[in-house]
């Protein structure tokens, strides 16, 4: 049984991931949440998590809640993770990390940090069918220049950044393929298309888990290509899929999800 400590544990993913893992066989040893959050000493039990008899602790008890972990599942904030990473890499802990939003150097910090170190899997998706669509897309770079492409993503009104880590990720690989050299994010007043610009155009309402829209418009036709996630637990049965794979690698490095479903590493 392959037991981990939750970090976020009382965050909308976090108690995602605490209710896939325990009907899929996972052992919770360890939670973790804010320095502020107010149920920081009872048990998740008592803060109605799930039916486990297990403390939830701040990060300046993370020792105490990794103790007993195979794996460092979290899903925070990007301050969180460069304070609690060390202490993770420190206690040699296998790592499945999620967070969004970093600064471009903050994710290279906390890599060169890991890379050496321990195996870890970092992913700002963890679905995997948005990793297919990830994969699709890489057929564009057989499309004439006049195919125009927009990605339109939509989330709940809690979500904190913008654009989605995946709609960057997106961004990214359609930005190599086809040779984009700006970013628009939004258009108002007289704005019309240039050539180098890719749309990445974001939505925050309501309760939406995440849809990813790619747009791909030529002059007489196009196509789109749409991801919607029906709830958080995609992201949860990814990253514990992720937990599974983590477990058998003996070389540390920041693998990706991708890394995951080809099966490489070990
Ligand atoms: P959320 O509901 O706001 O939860 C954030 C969690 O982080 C809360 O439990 C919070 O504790 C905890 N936290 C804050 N500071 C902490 C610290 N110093 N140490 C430990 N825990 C701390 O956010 P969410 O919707 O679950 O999303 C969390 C992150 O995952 C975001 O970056 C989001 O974009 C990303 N995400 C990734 C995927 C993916 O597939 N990779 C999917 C969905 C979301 P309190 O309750 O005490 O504040």
Redesign the pocket.
Known sequence: MIRICV??????????IISEAVSRGFEIVGA??????P?LGKTLRELGICDIDLPLH??SK?REALERADVYV???????EL??IPEVVNMNKRIVM????FAKEQLEKLKSLVSSKVPAVF?????LSMNLMLKMLKSLVHLPEEYEISIVEAH?S????AP???ALSIANLISALRGYTRVVHGREGVSPRIRDELEVLSVRAGGI??IHEVIIAGPYDMISIRHTSFS?SA?AL??LYAVEWVMKQERPGVYSIDDVLSGSGG
Do not use: C, W
Request: charged share 15%.
């Open positions: 970090a976020g544990a009382t965050g909308r993913m976090g108690k995602t973790v949440a804010s320095p502020n959050n149920g701040g990060p993370l979290s899903f925070t904030t990007p301050e969180a304070s609690n999620g967070t969004t939003g992913a700002p998706n963890f679905s709940h809690g979500k904190r950044d989605s880590g995946t888990p995440g958080r992201f990814g990253a």
